[in-house]
C-alpha cells in the first residue's frame, strides 16, 4: 500500500500493508515533540529544571570540554544557549523519526528508541546536583505519552486513511502546543513559582545606608549607560540554562571545609544579621573592550567576612570556594575577603528582592574581581580550602586565577554617526575597589584630552565621563583610557578575555556629516 485511501477496512498486518516509512518518521516525530512538551509542562508545575530540555542542556554544558564551550560562546556570544536548546530539540525529533520508522519494522524496536529517550532525559534530571528522584518523572511522562501516540497510530491505525492521519497529527500536535503554553503560563503563576515567596519577600532598611553619590551622580547624557543599571538591564551569565527555583524555606547555607567549627544559615538567619547596603559594579571576564557585560547596582547583604569569622576559618585556607544549588563553583582568594573590602552575601538589588535570575534568594558580591572568582548566585555553600586542592568550575576550564579587574573604559555615545558641530562624547569607566581618577579622549592623533567625571561616593563602582567635542565632518576615531584610583592609567595593551579578561583601549569610527 503506499499513499491514499484504503476502503477494505480490516487492520492491515504485514509489512506491505503498512503506511510508508516516511509516514511513520513523521509519527513518531510529532509523538517526540509532542512528549517533550509534556515533560516541559510536569516540569513546570514543580521543579522547573528538571525539564528534559533544561536537564539535557545542563548535562551537555557540563560535559562538553572547555575547548567545546569557549568555542560555543565566541561563536554565538549569548545566543549559545537558544542554540544549544534548538540542537536538543532537533536531536529529539530526529530520535522521534528513528522511534517511528523502528515502530513500523517491530513494536518492541520502536518501544525501546523512546524509552532510551525517556531515560536519557531522565538521567540527566536526577544527577543535576539540586535535583533529587522525582526529578525523573517530567522525562518519564515525555516517553510515556510519546510511547502511547504511537500505540495509538500503531493499534487504532490512524495511518490507514488521510482523515485518520490529519486526526492523530491534529491530537499531537495540540497537545504538544497546548502544553509549550501551559508550562509557560505555569513557570510565571504556577505552584512551583519561586516569584511569588520573591515577591512576597519586603526588602527590608539597611542598618548601613550606601553612601549618597551626590547631584552628579549621573551625567543623564542621551545614550549613556545610567550610573545605576535597572535590574532588568542588568547583564547575565549563567551555566545553569534555568534559573534555579530555590525555595527560601528550606534553603541552608553551610560554612565548611577548613574551619574551626561548621555552620549553617536560614534565610532568617541572614536577615536578622547587620545588613549592609553598597552600590557595587559587577563585570565579567569574557567582556570584550567596549562590551557591554558589566553593570553596576545597590545591592544589600551581610558582611561576608563577619559571617566566615564566626567560622574560625584555618589561615592556611587560602581559597574560599562558593557554590552555587547548580553546582557552580567560584574560588575567591580568602584574604581578599577579609581585607575589609565589602564583601556582602546579597539578598537585594536595588531596592527589590534579589531577582530570580541575579541569584535569589542569595549571591556573593565582592568588589574588585570578576563575577566568575567571585559573584556565585544561587549560593548555599562556602568552603574554606586552598587553591592546591580545589578548581572551580571556570578554573578547570582553564581561565585564570583570580587577578584584581583590569581598568576599563568604553565609549557609549556617539558610537557611529554624528552632526558636525559640538557633540557630547561620553561613556563609563571602572577599576573596582581602586576607583576611577581621570579619563581621557583621543580624537584620531590628537591629543589625549581630560573629561568630565560624575560624582561617586565609593571606588566600588563604575564612573561615568563626558566631553564636549567640536565635530569636523569627515571620519574621525575617537579613543578612551583611564586612569585607576592608584595613578595607574590604562594599558592599551590588547589582551584576549580569555583566560584573565580583555585589555586594550576601545575606540569607535564616527562619521561626522
Ligand atoms: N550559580 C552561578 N553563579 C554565577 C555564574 C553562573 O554561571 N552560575 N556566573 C558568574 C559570572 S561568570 C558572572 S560574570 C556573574 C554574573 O552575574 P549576573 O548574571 O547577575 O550579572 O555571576 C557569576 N555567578
Ligand atoms: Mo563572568
Same mark, same amino acid.
Given at each position: ?72 560562546? +565566541? ?119 519561586v516569584e511569588a515567596d520573591r515577591e512576597a519577600f519586603?526588602?527590608? +532598611? ?41 525555595d527560601v ?202 573629561? +568630565? ?21 569627515? +571620519? ?38
Amino acid at each position: 500500500m503506499e499513499d491514499g485511501i484504503v476502503t477494505d477496512h480490516t487492520v492491515p498486518d504485514t509489512e506491505a500493508e503498512r503506511a510508508p516509512a516516511r509516514a511513520w518518521a513523521l509519527a513518531g516525530l510529532v509523538a517526540a515533540l509532542s512528549g517533550l512538551a509534556v515533560g516541559q509542562l510536569a516540569a513546570a508545575l514543580f521543579a522547573p529544571r528538571a525539564a528534559p530540555l533544561s536537564a539535557i542542556s545542563d548535562v551537555v554544558i557540563a560535559a562538553s570540554p572547555p575547548q567545546v564551550t569557549q568555542w560555543g560562546i +565566541e561563536t554565538f556570544g549569548t545566543a549559545d544557549k537558544p542554540l544549544l536548546q534548538a540542537g536538543i530539540i532537533v536531536a529529539v525529533a530526529v530520535a522521534g523519526m528513528l522511534a517511528g520508522i523502528a515502530w513500523r519494522a517491530a513494536r518492541t524496536a520502536g518501544a525501546a528508541v523512546a524509552a532510551l529517550l525517556a531515560l536519557a532525559g531522565a538521567a540527566a534530571a536526577v544527577t543535576r546536583p539540586d535535583l533529587g528522584p522525582a526529578a525523573a518523572l517530567p522525562s518519564l511522562a515525555a516517553g510515556l505519552w510519546a510511547a502511547g501516540c504511537l500505540h495509538w497510530w500503531d493499534t487504532r491505525r490512524p495511518e490507514r486513511d488521510a482523515s485518520g492521519r490529519r486526526r492523530f497529527l491534529a491530537v499531537a500536535v495540540a497537545v504538544g502546543a497546548g502544553a509549550v503554553a501551559a508550562s509557560l503560563l505555569a513557570r510565571r503563576f504556577g505552584p512551583g513559582s519561586v516569584e511569588a515567596d520573591r515577591e512576597a519577600f519586603t526588602v527590608p +532598611e539597611p542598618d548601613l545606608p550606601a553612601a549618597e553619590p551626590g547631584p552628579g551622580a549621573d551625567l543623564d547624557v542621551e545614550g549613556l549607560a545610567p550610573w545605576r543599571t535597572p535590574n532588568a538591564d542588568f547583564y547575565r551569565i549563567d551555566t545553569a540554562i534555568t534559573s534555579p527555583a530555590v525555595d527560601v524555606d528550606t534553603w541552608r547555607l553551610r560554612v565548611h571545609g577548613m574551619v574551626g567549627r561548621t555552620r549553617t544559615y536560614t534565610f532568617d538567619d541572614l536577615l536578622g544579621r547587620e545588613l549592609v547596603e553598597r552600590d557595587i559594579t559587577l563585570c565579567c571576564v569574557s567582556n570584550p573592550v567596549g562590551g557591554d557585560l558589566v553593570g553596576n547596582a545597590r545591592w544589600l547583604g551581610v558582611s561576608l567576612a563577619e559571617l566566615l569569622a564566626e567560622a574560625e576559618p584555618d589561615p592556611g585556607a587560602d581559597q574560599l570556594v562558593s557554590r552555587s544549588v547548580d553546582g557552580f563553583t567560584a574560588g575567591t582568594p580568602t584574604a581578599m575577603v577579609f581585607d575589609g573590602r565589602d564583601a556582602l552575601i546579597a539578598v537585594g538589588m536595588n531596592g527589590e528582592p534579589l531577582p530570580v535570575d541575579h541569584g535569589w534568594p542569595a549571591r556573593l558580591v565582592v568588589p574588585g574581581l570578576y563575577g566568575y572568582v567571585s559573584a556565585t548566585k544561587w549560593l548555599t555553600e562556602l568552603e574554606l580550602t586552598t587553591f592546591d586542592a580545589y578548581d572551580p568550575y571556570w578554573i578547570e576550564r582553564d581561565w585564570g586565577l583570580p587577578e584584581p579587574v583590569h581598568t576599563a573604559s568604553r565609549i557609549d555615545t556617539p558610537r557611529s554617526g554624528a552632526d558636525a558641530g559640538t557633540v557630547t562624547v561620553a561613556g563609563v569607566a571602572w577599576a573596582q575597589h581602586r576607583g576611577i581618577s581621570a579619563v581621557e579622549l583621543k580624537v584620531d592623533d590628537g591629543p589625549w584630552t581630560e573629561c +568630565e567625571l560624575s560624582d561617586v561616593a565609593t571606588d566600588d563602582t563604575w564612573r561615568q565621563w563626558r566631553i564636549d567635542w567640536d565635530a569636523s565632518s569627515g +571620519e574621525h576615531t575617537l579613543t578612551v583610557r583611564a586612569t585607576d584610583g592608584d595613578g595607574r592609567v590604562q594599558t592599551d595593551e590588547v589582551a584576549p578575555t580569555k583566560p584573565s579578561g580583555a585589555t586594550g583601549l576601545h575606540n569607535v569610527k564616527i562619521t561626522v556629516a
